[in-house]
């Protein structure tokens, strides 16, 4: 009697519309999910697509969602917010996960969430979802970014329940009439104005060499052009503020570097990452902005900044892009060691030059009214201002305790009673 109950219990929540705010891009993989969460949810679907620059035309991603069926669409223009609240503290933060991915996916994901979470408040919404698999690591930023933000809301992974092959769900998506472009036949594409992400297909093969219809923002280096062009980048406070001397907004300079380096084949990127399920992925990018602005940003600070600092700020740095890499965009840590980074970079202020020919980066030059660099320290003439006699007690002071270690495991191996003696 109670199992019947409970049976019928369920049965009438299913008959309970939900209304559920799903993260759509246009691609396979969401559009399938409507018709998923539409047939499996009993729910009223309300797609959003935020605008992080993925150079895709939001008029058709809209017209897909609504010959879908979706109660809503919202289509949010934050290129903007990404630029200046998300690309600017990465490049501060020197972000490169495993000194090589810009995190240009992983930024975007709290942002995207915190526009979600509004539309799904308005909307009385009961549930939030995503289009991601249980092997990467956007479920990881989707759902903690979920939790923080909107507790009280269901969250649904229809990819993580389904287990359809991506052969399955490409038949999936013509049995429903979805239209399915050549790229997301062969590739899984993510895109910023920090980056672009490519996946899938032969590229899961780590001994082959990315065909080049995988690239779109950047020319192959044999194609580029045979002469090398010079950009300057000026830095206030850590960020860039000026392209070749003129004076930019953050979403305009990044907009405009990757057409400059991209044309030099700058910035392709192809790399085993360490995911945080454990796997070890096979990973091509395309960052050229990213790739020239946090090569112009470390030359300069350390020129700014002391030993020390470059030092532990290095620490700091790898923690940061660490828990933006992760997922924890919200953890209360990410804001202390922004505390850290923000001060450091009070001073980091010059302008940085580099030469970018094909597919290559160079910084070629470099200048800050705050430079630690001394010309007349640094200099070979006999007249200089370092006193080079202060170098011999320096010597041996700092190399004490190692000549100590290695007198005492000399003696120790030749039996004589361990007792050192630096006269």
Same mark, same amino acid.
């Given at each position: 009697?109670? =199992?019947?109950? +409970?049976? *019928?219990?369920?049965? !009438? /929540?299913?008959?309970?519309?939900?209304?559920?705010?799903?993260?759509?891009?246009?691609?396979? $993989?969401?559009?399938? @999910?409507?018709?998923?969460?539409?047939?499996?949810?009993?729910?009223?679907?309300?797609?959003?697509?935020? #605008?992080?620059?993925?150079?895709?035309?939001?008029? /058709?991603?809209?017209?897909?969602?609504?010959?879908?069926?979706? @109660?809503?669409?919202?289509?949010?223009?934050? %290129? %903007?917010?990404?630029?200046?609240?998300?690309?600017?503290?990465?490049?501060?933060?020197?972000?490169?996960?495993e000194g090589k991915y810009p995190i240009s996916t992983s930024l975007s994901r709290p942002l995207i969430v915190k526009e979600m979470v509004k539309i799904a408040n308005e909307n009385n919404a009961t549930g939030l979802a995503h289009g991601c698999t249980g092997k990467g690591n956007d479920q990881v930023r989707f759902d903690i970014s979920f939790g923080s933000l909107a507790p009280n809301l269901k969250i649904i992974a229809p990819v993580r329940e389904w287990s359809m092959t991506r052969e399955e769900e490409l038949k999936y998506a013509l049995s429903k009439g979805i239209q399915v472009s050549n790229a997301?036949? %062969?590739?899984?594409?993510?895109?910023?104005?920090?980056?672009?992400? +490519?996946?899938?297909?032969? @590229?899961?093969?780590?001994?082959? !060499?990315?065909? !080049?219809?995988?690239?779109?923002?950047?020319?192959?280096?044999?194609?580029?052009? #045979?002469?090398?062009?010079?950009?300057?980048?000026?830095? /206030?406070?850590?960020?860039?503020?000026? @392209? #070749?001397?003129?004076?930019?907004?953050?979403?305009?300079?990044?907009?405009?570097?990757? $057409?400059?380096?991209? %044309?030099?084949?700058?910035?392709?990127?192809?790399?085993?990452?360490?995911?945080?399920?454990?796997?070890?992925?096979?990973?091509? &990018?395309?960052?050229?902005?990213?790739?020239?602005?946090?090569?112009?940003?470390?030359?300069? /600070?350390?020129? +700014?900044?002391?030993?020390?600092?470059?030092?532990?700020?290095?620490?700091?740095?790898?923690?940061?892009?660490?828990?933006?890499?992760?997922?924890?965009?919200?953890?209360?840590?990410?804001?202390?060691? !922004?505390?850290?980074?923000?001060?450091?970079?009070?001073?980091?202020?010059?302008?940085?030059?580099?030469?970018?020919?094909?597919?290559?980066?160079?910084?070629?030059?470099? =200048?800050?009214?705050?430079?630690?660099?001394?010309?007349?320290?640094?200099?070979? #003439?006999?007249?200089?201002?370092?006193?080079?006699? &202060?170098?011999?007690?320096?010597?041996?002071?700092?190399?004490?305790?190692?000549?100590?270690?290695?007198?005492?495991?000399?003696?120790? $191996?030749?039996?004589?009673?361990?007792?050192?003696? *630096?006269?």
């Amino acid at each position: 009697m109670v =199992s019947g109950i +409970i049976s *019928l219990k369920k049965q !009438e /929540e299913q008959k309970i519309t939900k209304k559920i705010v799903l993260a759509y891009s246009g691609g396979l $993989d969401t559009s399938v @999910l409507i018709k998923w969460l539409q047939e499996n949810y009993n729910a009223e679907v309300i797609t959003v697509t935020v #605008n992080v620059g993925q150079k895709e035309n939001l008029k /058709e991603i809209e017209e897909k969602a609504q010959k879908l069926g979706v @109660l809503k669409h919202y289509s949010v223009d934050a %290129k %903007k917010k990404f630029a200046k609240n998300y690309v600017f503290p990465a490049i501060k933060a020197n972000a490169l996960y495993e000194g090589k991915y810009p995190i240009s996916t992983s930024l975007s994901r709290p942002l995207i969430v915190k526009e979600m979470v509004k539309i799904a408040n308005e909307n009385n919404a009961t549930g939030l979802a995503h289009g991601c698999t249980g092997k990467g690591n956007d479920q990881v930023r989707f759902d903690i970014s979920f939790g923080s933000l909107a507790p009280n809301l269901k969250i649904i992974a229809p990819v993580r329940e389904w287990s359809m092959t991506r052969e399955e769900e490409l038949k999936y998506a013509l049995s429903k009439g979805i239209q399915v472009s050549n790229a997301a036949k %062969k590739y899984s594409i993510d895109q910023s104005i920090w980056g672009r992400s +490519i996946e899938c297909g032969i @590229l899961e093969d780590p001994n082959q !060499e990315p065909p !080049e219809d995988v690239f779109e923002w950047t020319i192959s280096p044999e194609n580029a052009p #045979n002469t090398p062009e010079y950009v300057s980048v000026k830095f /206030e406070a850590g960020v860039p503020v000026s @392209l #070749n001397n003129e004076n930019m907004e953050p979403l305009d300079l990044i907009k405009t570097l990757n $057409d400059i380096a991209g %044309k030099h084949g700058v910035g392709r990127i192809d790399h085993i990452e360490d995911r945080l399920v454990g796997i070890k992925s096979r990973e091509i &990018y395309e960052c050229p902005a990213a790739t020239v602005l946090l090569e112009a940003h470390k030359d300069l /600070e350390k020129m +700014i900044l002391t030993r020390h600092e470059v030092m532990f700020k290095q620490c700091i740095d790898s923690k940061w892009t660490f828990l933006v890499y992760a997922g924890l965009w919200h953890d209360p840590l990410r804001e202390d060691l !922004e505390a850290f980074i923000n001060k450091s970079q009070e001073k980091v202020k010059g302008e940085v030059r580099l030469k970018l020919f094909k597919g290559g980066l160079q910084v070629v030059g470099r =200048s800050s009214e705050f430079s630690l660099y001394d010309k007349n320290l640094v200099n070979y #003439n006999i007249k200089t201002g370092f006193n080079q006699s &202060y170098s011999k007690g320096f010597i041996e002071l700092w190399g004490l305790q190692t000549k100590m270690a290695n007198i005492l495991k000399q003696k120790v $191996d030749k039996g004589v009673e361990a007792k050192t003696d *630096l006269s």
